[in-house]
């Protein structure tokens, strides 16, 4: 179907081959009872973008979502490709949607492990989780390496991977060495930019990237109903986390998922070599992984009924803010953004808050990133406030009732509908707080 999208819509939607997987060239197995065919697979990467923005590729943020990575967990893919749909119907649409796809390159990988998915289908029985390298573990059916523990970071850490090829968290024998985590590595490699990364990781684990990266990467997995980010290979805070979890918090706000990362009371368990902190400590990007929903053979009714309607927005919110994470997640979020035509006048009005998504956790203090005032609510005709330029048009919105000295408060404005030109126009919200943070964009239509 994702093939039927980029013929549909080549504006949007690019596909690329990127690797193969270890099937693609080698052997299959044929004993009788859980024949794997020869041939394999290969791993395809989409880019979700619109062609047709002002903005080329090098001037766009970077996103990457990954899903497929352990096979037994069906419901990631099907996830992911539902927000794929969802960004290429919603354009000139939804207005989030659209100003996103503008500013933005979503790239998504929907199955980094093809030939595990295969067997996950056909024999779902074995639970499989690994790829089908079958290295070092006999005639059965536990062999593999676990592509979540391969990745060049923090690899062979015995105390979030194992070493013995029969176990689920096998490491591999040398990092990086099954073809699917070679075909992540490069593609995130060269789609983050190359002077943000870091060769000496292990030296620098105390050393933070600071608030002027870009890019952010998610892994989505099954299941449990968790947020994580890192540090995830031991329970200690990352030098970025109070950007990494005020991302956590505000994701929490939309699916209910519990954090799991150093340094928070569910912290489950460590895991050395996967994708999330490598993408963070080697790539320099902000990164974090869905564990959706309760089964890894995910129930239909359950997956329509709650995973998706939490997580689509979830993973739209994130998008919002792939330009600067580590800086716009701090602060304010524009929420509730609507406009209304009252004779002859646009009346435009939205909340802003700094406090209400960061804090939303029962039972969590109060965070740092959540208690400033909101200095300013900018309203922008018809350029997002990345391109603003002075000859642009924006106006300040106005507070309901008392001064701006909260860290939440509603404002408006009115503005005679003559000086918008015939035909669809549409609005930019932003907010700062008292700190100077400029928070994600918010954008809505005006017909």
Same mark, same amino acid.
């Given at each position: 179907?994702?093939?039927y999208?980029?013929?549909?819509h080549?504006?949007?939607?690019?596909?690329t081959?990127?690797?193969? &997987?270890?099937?693609? *060239? *080698?052997?299959?197995?044929?004993?009788?009872? +859980?024949?794997?065919?020869?041939?394999?697979?290969d791993?395809?990467?989409?880019?979700?973008?619109? /062609?047709?923005?002002?903005? $080329? %590729?090098g001037?766009?943020?970077?996103?990457l979502?990954?899903?497929?990575? #352990?096979?037994?967990?069906?419901?990631?893919?099907?996830?992911?490709?539902?927000?794929?749909?969802?960004?290429?119907?919603?354009?000139?649409?939804?207005?989030?949607?659209?100003?996103?796809?503008?500013?933005?390159?979503?790239?998504?990988?929907?199955?980094v492990?093809?030939?595990?998915?295969f067997?996950?289908?056909?024999?779902?029985?074995? !639970?499989?989780?690994?790829?089908?390298?079958?290295?070092?573990?006999?005639?059965?059916?536990?062999?593999?390496?676990?592509?979540?523990?391969?990745?060049n970071f $923090?690899?062979?850490?015995q105390?979030?991977?194992?070493?013995n090829?029969?176990?689920?968290?096998?490491?591999g024998?040398?990092?990086?060495?099954?073809?699917?985590?070679?075909?992540?590595?490069?593609?995130?490699?060269n789609?983050?930019p190359?002077?943000?990364?870091?060769s000496?990781?292990?030296?620098?684990l105390?050393?933070?990237?600071g608030e002027?990266?870009t890019?952010?990467?998610?892994?989505?997995?099954?299941?449990?109903?968790?947020?994580?980010?890192?540090?995830? +290979?031991?329970d200690?805070? %990352?030098?970025?986390?109070?950007?990494?979890?005020?991302?956590?918090?505000?994701?929490?706000?939309?699916?209910?998922?519990?954090?799991?990362?150093?340094? $928070?009371?569910?912290f489950?368990?460590?895991?050395?070599?996967?994708? %999330?902190?490598?993408?963070?400590?080697?790539?320099?990007?902000?990164?974090?992984?869905f564990?959706?929903?309760?089964?890894?053979? $995910?129930?239909?009714? &359950?997956?329509?009924?709650?995973?998706?309607?939490?997580?689509?927005?979830a993973?739209?919110?994130?998008?919002?803010?792939?330009?600067?994470?580590?800086?716009?997640?701090?602060?304010?979020?524009?929420?509730n953004?609507?406009?209304?035509?009252? &004779?002859?006048?646009i009346r435009?009005?939205?909340?802003? &808050?700094?406090?209400?998504?960061?804090?939303?956790?029962?039972?969590?203090?109060?965070?740092?990133?959540?208690?400033?005032?909101?200095? *300013?609510?900018?309203? !922008?005709?018809?350029?997002?406030?990345?391109?603003?330029?002075?000859?642009?048009?924006?106006?300040?919105? #106005?507070?309901?009732?008392?001064?701006?000295? /909260?860290?939440?408060?509603?404002?408006?404005?009115?503005?005679?509908?003559?000086?918008?030109?015939?035909?669809? #126009?549409?609005?930019?919200?932003?907010?700062?707080?008292?700190?100077?943070?400029?928070?994600?964009?918010?954008?809505?239509?005006?017909?």
């Amino acid at each position: 179907s994702m093939f039927y999208l980029a013929e549909d819509h080549p504006n949007l939607v690019t596909i690329t081959d990127i690797g193969d &997987s270890y099937l693609k *060239n *080698n052997d299959g197995r044929h004993d009788g009872t +859980h024949d794997i065919p020869d041939g394999g697979y290969d791993i395809y990467a989409l880019n979700i973008t619109a /062609s047709d923005s002002t903005r $080329q %590729s090098g001037e766009k943020g970077k996103m990457l979502i990954t899903s497929g990575v #352990h096979a037994r967990e069906w419901a990631p893919p099907e996830l992911l490709a539902r927000f794929i749909e969802m960004l290429v119907h919603g354009y000139n649409d939804n207005a989030d949607i659209t100003s996103i796809l503008q500013q933005t390159e979503v790239h998504a990988i929907l199955y980094v492990n093809p030939d595990g998915r295969f067997m996950a289908e056909k024999y779902p029985e074995l !639970y499989w989780r690994k790829n089908l390298n079958p290295i070092r573990c006999g005639g059965g059916y536990e062999y593999g390496v676990d592509i979540n523990r391969n990745f060049n970071f $923090q690899w062979a850490n015995q105390e979030g991977a194992s070493s013995n090829p029969c176990d689920s968290d096998y490491h591999g024998p040398t990092a990086e060495s099954e073809p699917e985590t070679q075909a992540l590595a490069d593609y995130a490699k060269n789609l983050f930019p190359e002077n943000q990364r870091r060769s000496n990781t292990e030296e620098r684990l105390d050393e933070p990237f600071g608030e002027d990266i870009t890019g952010m990467y998610i892994d989505i997995h099954s299941s449990g109903g968790y947020v994580y980010y890192p540090w995830g +290979h031991k329970d200690e805070v %990352s030098p970025d986390d109070e950007a990494l979890q005020a991302l956590g918090r505000k994701i929490n706000s939309f699916n209910g998922y519990k954090l799991w990362a150093g340094g $928070q009371p569910d912290f489950v368990y460590p895991a050395s070599g996967d994708t %999330s902190d490598w993408a963070y400590a080697v790539l320099g990007v902000a990164s974090l992984g869905f564990e959706i929903g309760d089964d890894f053979q $995910q129930e239909c009714d &359950s997956f329509e009924q709650e995973v998706v309607p939490m997580n689509l927005p979830a993973l739209l919110f994130a998008a919002k803010n792939v330009q600067k994470p580590f800086s716009t997640i701090k602060g304010p979020d524009v929420l509730n953004l609507d406009v209304s035509h009252v &004779s002859g006048e646009i009346r435009v009005s939205a909340r802003a &808050s700094d406090s209400e998504m960061v804090n939303a956790i029962d039972n969590f203090p109060d965070f740092r990133t959540g208690n400033q005032a909101i200095l *300013n609510v900018q309203l !922008y005709l018809d350029v997002h406030p990345d391109d603003y330029q002075e000859d642009d048009v924006s106006w300040g919105m #106005h507070v309901v009732g008392n001064s701006l000295d /909260s860290s939440e408060e509603t404002v408006g404005l009115v503005l005679e509908a003559n000086i918008f030109s015939p035909g669809k #126009h549409m609005l930019f919200a932003q907010a700062t707080d008292s700190d100077g943070y400029k928070g994600p964009v918010t954008s809505v239509f005006v017909d």
